[in-house]
């Protein structure tokens, strides 16, 4: 079946920590991955995604994420959080089935950054 | 991009009523999405809002419990039929932009009581 594993629910991290959310997915076919980011009061909001090509993807406000196929994985990460990235964040994967364009969504893990 | 405005925000409804929910967005868009999501769970899509056609329902959903309407391409409706507390839900409503990426409203928060 498709799915996709988010492993952390609840992170807290103090402010210049690195962050890596984990992310897993189970889809026969090509897919496209993406993270989106819902800052508290605000709509959830396109952080990275990867197509093709160079599977190290940047995105803004310097998070990266890494596709690694072999590992139908695709990390989000950043090297030093602040507090404003305080937020929920949620893996994605779009694929095909039956010629139909399929979005599927991670449960989403809650970021807390202590300042 | 696209910016999604829907209506209302929130609202609390009584067990058996109805509430319909409105989704506008500010360009003409093919593909318009609602979508679901319950504390602690992840988003599930409900349907694709088709214009000028009948919304196509994922699997677990149903015309009757969740009547959509597109009109046009830059407006749907979603309604909460015969609410029960197990539809208390965030609602968001969503379409698609250039390259696949999905835009979101601010979404609905329903309780239902």
């Known amino acids: 079946a498709q799915s996709v594993s988010q492993h952390n629910h609840h992170v807290i991290l103090s402010e210049a920590a690195s962050l890596e959310l984990g992310c897993n997915y189970s889809y026969g076919g090509t897919v496209n991955l993406f993270w989106y980011v819902q800052y508290p009061g605000q709509h959830l909001q396109l952080l990275l995604k990867y197509f093709s090509g160079d599977p190290l993807v940047k995105g803004i406000k310097g998070f990266e994420a890494e596709f690694i196929k072999s590992k139908f994985s695709f990390n989000l990460r950043k090297p030093s959080v602040q507090w404003s990235d305080t937020a929920e964040y949620f893996c994605?994967?779009?694929?095909?089935?039956?010629?139909?364009?399929?979005?599927?969504f991670g449960t989403g893990t809650r970021l807390k950054v202590l300042a | 991009s696209a910016v999604i405005s829907q209506k209302p925000s929130r609202d609390i409804c009584q067990r058996g009523t109805s509430l319909t929910i409105q989704c506008q967005v500010d360009?003409?868009?093919?593909?318009m999405f609602w979508y679901r999501q319950q504390p602690g769970q992840s988003l599930t899509l409900i349907a694709t809002?088709?214009?000028?056609?009948?919304?196509?329902?994922e699997s677990g959903f149903v015309i009757d419990k969740f009547p959509i309407s597109r009109p046009n391409l830059t407006f749907s409706t979603l309604t909460v039929s015969n609410m029960s507390p197990e539809d208390s839900s965030i609602y968001l409503c969503?379409?698609?932009?250039?390259?696949?990426?999905?835009?979101f409203g601010p979404g609905t928060r329903l309780l239902v009581l």
């Open positions: 969503s379409c698609w932009g250039p390259v696949e990426t999905q835009y």
């Open positions: 994605a994967v779009m694929g095909t089935t039956s010629g139909t364009y399929k979005y599927i």
């Open positions: 360009s003409q868009v093919t593909m």
């Open positions: 809002a088709n214009q000028g056609s009948e919304a196509t329902y």
